[in-house]
T-cell receptor, first 116, second 110 residues
Framework: GAVVSQHPSWVICKSGTSVKIECRSL??????MFWYRQFPKQSLMLMAT?????????EQGVEKDKFLINHASLTLSTLTVTSAHPEDSSFYIC????????????FGPGTRLLVL | GNSVTQMEGPVTLSEEAFLTINCTYT??????LFWYVQYPGEGLQLLLK?????DKGSNKGFEATYRKETTSFHLEKGSVQVSDSAVYFC?????????FGKGTMLLVSP
């Protein structure tokens, strides 16, 4: 149980284009999902907290107009990297918390983005 | 604020050796503590957790005990396998978000 999927698993795009990454909770409802970014050989950096039906809460230093988050249902959150640039290349990981609980986060397999 | 400190890696062991990865934390209140594992090219998997002092989390031969007096949550395994090679992250919850340590790479050779 508690499986989270991400799509796509990897994507290569040209500089200036936008890329959408999906995060789905497959066997549970998730009122809250989280988006992280991980640089090579480093820990995860929380980018934003996504709440179903409301605006995402962004961490300090994360541009909300650059990283658009939509959480339209209890099983799906999307992260759109707008006007991507090479410095946006990274490993993006989402996690989800089972609705009604407050602790354990279940992580997706990650999406590797390469911007040329 | 909350913080997690892990021993730096890589930790290099031979198969069947004993493993300890140290983790200490600083937090207000009574956080829950977690160990996550990340295999190459993948996301994080929850390995084990403990929600209160003196709790022991265990899974797949790994275990860790929540020590409030030493603010520690060290990960141990009695006999590691090559398939345990991965990066291990210690983490705690505070106000619903996770705070991660920097991760410790474990390399197990046959």
């Amino acid at each position: 149980g508690a499986v989270v999927s991400q799509h796509p698993s990897w994507v290569i795009c040209k500089s200036g284009t936008s890329v959408k990454i999906e995060c789905r909770s497959l066997d549970f409802q998730a009122t809250t999902m989280f988006w992280y970014r991980q640089f090579p050989k480093q820990s995860l950096m929380l980018m934003a907290t996504s709440n179903e039906g409301s605006k995402a809460t962004y961490e300090q230093g994360v541009e909300k107009d650059k990283f658009l988050i939509n959480h339209a249902s209890l099983t799906l959150s999307t992260l759109t990297v707008t006007s991507a640039h090479p410095e946006d290349s990274s490993f993006y990981i989402c996690s989800a918390r089972i609705s009604g609980t407050s602790e354990t986060q279940y992580f997706g397999p990650g999406t590797r983005l390469l911007v040329l | 604020g909350n913080s997690v400190t892990q021993m730096e890696g890589p930790v290099t062991l031979s198969e069947e050796a004993f493993l300890t990865i140290n983790c200490t934390y600083t937090a207000t209140g009574y956080p829950s503590l977690f160990w996550y594992v990340q295999y190459p090219g993948e996301g994080l998997q929850l390995l084990l957790k403990a929600t209160k002092a003196d709790d022991k989390g265990s899974n797949k031969g790994f275990e860790a005990t929540y020590r409030k007096e030493t603010t520690s949550f060290h990960l141990e395994k009695g006999s590691v396998q090559v398939s345990d090679s991965a990066v291990y992250f210690c983490a705690l919850t505070g106000y619903s978000t996770l705070t991660f340590g920097k991760g410790t790479m474990l390399l197990v050779s046959p």
